[in-house]
């Protein structure tokens, strides 16, 4: 510092300097220190205001050019509200609640399961009807298999036909395995939907009776399974 041409001395005087001068030259230096270090446009509490003017949005305070802005930002109160800032923010990271990520599940397919399919007719209605037995001997444990039934407009695989719907069938790690059925109506009532798990002999049971329809036949049936499980089936 400059010693001998301070304001209010007189030339040549070499009295030591006031704590103002003290201030005022390091806020000084560390202006010129700041100029050539700091990167303005990446401060996120750097703001130019409508009047031309400065402000510092984390301390709400004014400043009329760069240089008074960036000897603020090494001061005591700059500094002292950055450290606030960081603190709420690791406390706010550590409050905040971690996101559970479920394991997905990985199977190994087994290939399609064994099947019968048997044509029935009720002695007493005369009632056309279905009994499919699927066999899933290595099912997963506490799993139980399910069906449904899906239209043929529903599915992607073959061209739909009117005259059909599918009927699938699924149990892991077994392939989900689709049957064609003739497109009528499924009698629903007590008796007529029936289905059965066994857990001994790992035989999945499920008896369908179908609703006649006046001068209709039952169209011709494929006892043939089908894997209809890529075309999006769901359960």
């Not at 201030?23 to 270090?37: Q, S």
């Not at 009528?184 to 289905?195: A, C, Q, V, Y």
Request: aromatic share 10%; charged share 30%.
């Amino acid at each position: 510092m400059d010693f001998q041409n301070r304001v209010g001395h007189k030339h040549g005087s070499g009295a030591p300097a006031s704590a103002q001068d003290v201030a005022l030259d390091r806020r000084e230096r560390l202006r010129r220190l700041a100029l050539e270090t700091i990167d303005l446009s990446k401060d996120p509490y750097f703001m130019r205001n409508h009047l031309g003017s400065y402000e510092c949005k984390l301390c709400l305070t004014l400043h009329t050019n760069e240089g008074s802005y960036l000897a603020h930002t090494q001061g005591k109160k700059h500094q002292l509200n950055l450290a606030r800032r960081a603190q709420k923010e690791k406390q706010d990271m550590g409050v905040a609640p971690k996101p559970k990520v479920s394991a997905v599940r990985k199977t190994v397919k087994m290939g399609r399961p064994g099947y019968r399919v048997t044509k029935e007719r009720d002695p007493d209605s005369k009632q056309k009807a279905l009994l499919f037995e699927i066999e899933y001997p290595e099912i997963d444990r506490d799993f139980v298999p399910r069906h449904r039934f899906m239209s043929a407009y529903e599915q992607k695989v073959e061209e739909p036909d009117k005259d059909v719907q599918y009927l699938l069938f699924a149990a892991e790690p077994y392939e989900t395995i689709g049957f064609k059925v003739p497109n009528m109506e499924i009698d629903k009532s007590d008796g007529k939907l029936f289905s059965h798990w066994d857990r001994q002999r790992k035989v999945y049971t499920l008896q369908v009776y179908f609703k006649d329809r006046e001068m209709e036949t039952l169209p011709s049936l494929s006892t043939k399974a089908g894997d209809f499980l890529p075309i999006g089936a769901r359960f």
